[in-house]
């Protein structure tokens, strides 16, 4: 059974930073696209981040490009989400996700900007005040 456990969400006032853990257990860790997505009230799921663990290449969505680092500790299946330079408009309910795919990071881009993930986390609340 696929099990995506997120922590580290929190409150920071504006320009602090937090760091998500998504610890990851049964699949194949080594072979998986790892997501990150965020949705605030009245808004639309956004793909923020995403790594593929057989390789490491990652993505990044324009709004959190040069503040977000996505990275991965292997040897604990965790995926980390370095926050920097944290905006009120990043406050949401941040959630993990995860894939086993045979595409390599092209298609683990893909699948974060479609959404299309078999398998989420239960979600951890980001808030940023101004």
């Known amino acids: 059974q696929v099990q995506l456990v997120e922590s580290g969400g929190g409150s920071v006032q504006a320009g602090g930073s937090l760091r998500l853990s998504c610890a990851a257990s049964g699949y194949t860790y080594s072979s998986a696209c790892m997501g990150w997505f965020r949705q605030a009230p009245g808004k639309e799921r956004e793909g923020v981040a995403s790594?593929?663990?057989?390789?490491?290449?990652?993505y990044y969505a324009d709004s959190v490009k040069g503040r977000f680092t996505i990275s991965q500790d292997n040897a604990k299946s965790t995926v980390y989400l370095q926050m920097n330079s944290l905006k009120p408009e990043d406050t949401a309910m941040y959630y993990c996700?995860?894939?086993?795919?045979?595409?390599?990071?092209?298609?683990?881009?893909?699948?974060?900007?479609?959404?299309?993930?078999?398998?989420w986390g239960q979600g951890t609340q980001v808030t940023v005040s101004s």
């Open positions: 790594i593929y663990t057989g390789g490491g290449s990652t």
């Open positions: 996700a995860a894939d086993v795919i045979a595409g390599g990071g092209a298609s683990c881009v893909i699948a974060t900007m479609t959404g299309d993930f078999p398998y």
